[in-house]
């Protein structure tokens, strides 16, 4: 059975408590950091528990996952796509996405163009880093970064708010938390570099989830993504 929506009340005001710690610690107001509930895998409530709570958008990891919940939801909220996304299914996440935090390649950048430009609009996007040079992980390597943001910048029916990454698991929660330091560090050198070089301010950084939102705060944050926190475990 899933949580009612007393239990997530009481988890998401723990975990904005923890966030704003987390950003008072190191200097920062707690405004700068957005939390995004993730609800992939779970039933259409929990969105509807993310509009009620008064957030206004949610991240999911598969595209018709998403479809089917954004039609079945009641209420007004943004959905973001965190997942890895297939050229051929690009078109069908411009209808769908209000963002798309999970591009990784040229080819991805130029079917989301050509499929926005279709639909008459500009498609916010971020592109998705291997930071944490996980072999495991999707998302470009940090050194073809910047062509890849060439890339983006140059295409008309894309805005490119910034980037997104996420930490490898270690062996043992010290070494995760080690990767995790030394993962969001990088993304926020990537992301100052490029901006630097490139004059877009590139101001999101999407970084940080239920194991590690904490150091993500710390290392730069603006966006925490975080499911099990929230909705418990996913089946
Ligand atoms: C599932 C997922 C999350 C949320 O993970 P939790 O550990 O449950 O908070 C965040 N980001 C991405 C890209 C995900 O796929």
Redo the contacts with the bound molecule.
Sequence with gaps: MFIDFETFRTRADKLRALMDEACVAVGRHPTEVQLMP?T?NHPVAAADYVVRYGLPVV?E?RVQEAVEKRAASTGPLRWEL??HLQSNKARLAVQHFDRVQSVDSEKLLNHLDRAAGELGRTLPILLQINAGNDPAKFGAEPADAPRLLDAALAKPHLRVDGLMT?APLGATPAETAGHARRTFANLRHIRDDLAARTGAPLRELSMG???DFALAIQAGSTLV?????LFGPRT
């Design positions: 993730v992939k991240g990891n965190i997942g996420i989830m239920t194991g993504r975080v499911g099990t926190a």
